[in-house]
């Protein structure tokens, strides 16, 4: 009998977090402030005789999660084209933009509870976007140079929503995406790599629907 009744308690529960997350919707909206901090990790076979690197960012960010089951979903993760300022061994270079639209399959470990903590694996599509790169301007003379214009990358990524009223969360994400670019000289050979490789801190909010 005592088992019966934990199975029944069990089934209970188990209806009960369906109903709710049934109740809350398959779709989460949020909107967040992110932290980028590149790794920048620029090795192997350099040409130029100092590291190619990005600087640190804060960006906004919108990403749209849809929940296939109340353990399972899928995020996009968007924003508009990022500028940074590029150095060579300390010496600004120039700029370069990019778009790293990123899509997520991520696994809720507890989709009831007030917090709610996830992990997830993805993927990264990079679009590299007006270069305006000259390491002459490190080395002297006239160096200009030409960027890859796409990357695809692996990202992964842990992070809880913190329900905060109904259907509202606070939402904290950690991320790391693999982002990186062959730069070259106009007109010549691969001289280096912008291993921007970030790794993306980010707090925000979180709508249920």
């Not at 999660?65 to 084209?81: D, K, V």
């Not at 997520?104 to 590299?128: D, E, S």
């Amino acid at each position: 009998m005592k088992a019966i009744k934990l199975v029944g308690i069990a089934a209970l529960a188990a209806v009960s977090g369906l109903a709710q997350a049934a109740e809350e919707g398959n779709w989460m909206v949020r909107a967040r402030a992110i932290y980028m901090h590149p790794d920048n990790d620029n090795s192997g076979g350099l040409k130029l005789p100092m590291d190619v690197e990005a600087d640190n960012k804060i960006i906004p960010e919108i990403d749209i999660t849809y929940f296939f089951t109340p353990n399972i979903a899928t995020e996009l993760i968007l924003t508009y084209p990022q500028k940074h300022d590029v150095t060579l061994g300390g010496t600004e270079i120039g700029t370069v933009s990019h778009l790293p639209p990123t899509l997520m399959l991520q696994y809720h470990f507890l989709p009831t509870g007030t917090i709610r903590p996830y992990a997830g694996l993805g993927l990264n599509y990079t679009r590299f976007s007006s270069p305006h790169l000259d390491a002459g301007r490190a080395l002297g003379g006239n160096i200009p140079l030409r960027v890859d214009h796409s990357s695809f990358g692996w990202a992964a990524q842990v992070g809880a929503d913190v329900q905060i009223a109904p259907k509202w969360f606070f939402n904290v994400d950690l991320k790391y995406v693999a982002i990186d670019a062959d730069i070259y000289i106009k007109g010549g050979p691969k001289v280096t790599s912008l291993d921007v490789n970030p790794w993306l801190f980010a707090v925000g909010i979180g709508y249920r629907f």
